[in-house]
């Protein structure tokens, strides 16, 4: 069933079809000319939304590392709480993700408790009178720290577990030699950790690559298509074009993120090799 699956889907990307007629309309490798460079339309929708999966792509799992990281090291060395705190952390990722969404989507709009908290601390220049998810400046921006909310608390634990596997004998005896907590993070920390950093950044590439939830619920794609994602745009051409045949185009624009998704996994994985 799987094989199945998997090889009419690949064949679906040659053709076109609405998923209502009873026989598809074979028109080769024109989908993925469409999607690249043929389709005045679609070829250009087609790169914004690239150039947008690309953004987040690179910030995510970046600025997830770079506050997963010594927020890791910090939760490590405190004894008292430590599983209070621990547990308060971890909450964002196992909080519904839709209810967390349209819980941001209300607090940021024109009239919400950001824009209210910003006036009130005198920041009012800061305020954003079309909602930060309305203003096309500052609505991907504010998506990609949502995501980087929700992706912290699983590399913040897988940080943990790592640093709770490295040989406390090793960071006493640096101590012991006299290096500064930053060399100790730096030679000693840093280098051991650096496989589960590649897993981190592996989780955050592949969500950026095919994960729309978050851009459906709190945008659309909007404003002006500033957040819309390839991720978003198949789901958009598979389900929201009523009778137009492009389901076909969504199944070849699925294939390319898989290519992409798997020429990505390679990358990471001959990485690995090397760091290990």
Do not use: C
């Amino acid at each position: 069933m799987g094989l199945y699956t998997i090889g009419s889907g690949f064949a679906l990307s040659f053709a076109k079809w609405n998923g209502f007629t009873p026989e598809w309309i074979w028109v080769g490798i024109q989908n993925y000319k469409d999607l690249l460079y043929a389709d005045p339309s679609l070829a250009p929708e087609m790169r914004r939304a690239a150039w947008n999966t690309l953004q987040v792509m690179i910030a995510v799992p970046a600025l997830t590392v770079v506050i997963a990281l010594p927020l890791a090291v910090t939760l490590n060395s405190i004894r008292r709480l430590r599983s209070l705190l621990r547990s308060v952390y971890f909450l964002p990722y196992v909080t519904s993700g839709i209810a967390v969404y349209y819980a941001w989507r209300y607090v940021l709009e024109p009239d919400g408790s950001v824009n209210l908290l910003l006036r009130a601390l005198g920041l009012g220049s800061l305020s954003q009178p079309q909602g930060f998810l309305g203003n096309p400046s500052t609505a991907l921006p504010t998506l990609i720290l949502i995501l980087v909310w929700s992706s912290v608390p699983i590399a913040t634990l897988l940080y943990l577990s790592g640093l709770q596997a490295i040989d406390p004998n090793m960071i006493e005896a640096a101590q012991i030699d006299g290096a500064a907590p930053r060399h100790v993070l730096r030679r000693i920390i840093w280098p051991l950790l650096r496989p589960i950093t590649a897993a981190i950044v592996l989780l955050g590439v592949r969500d950026a690559l095919h994960g729309f939830q978050i851009f459906l619920i709190m945008t659309g794609g909007g404003p002006g298509g500033h957040t819309d994602v390839l991720g978003l745009m198949t789901y958009r051409l598979s389900f929201f074009k009523g009778l137009a045949q492009t389901l076909g185009v969504a199944s070849a624009l699925g294939w390319l993120l898989f290519a992409a998704a798997l020429l990505l996994t390679l990358v990471n994985a001959r990485m690995l090799r090397r760091i290990r």
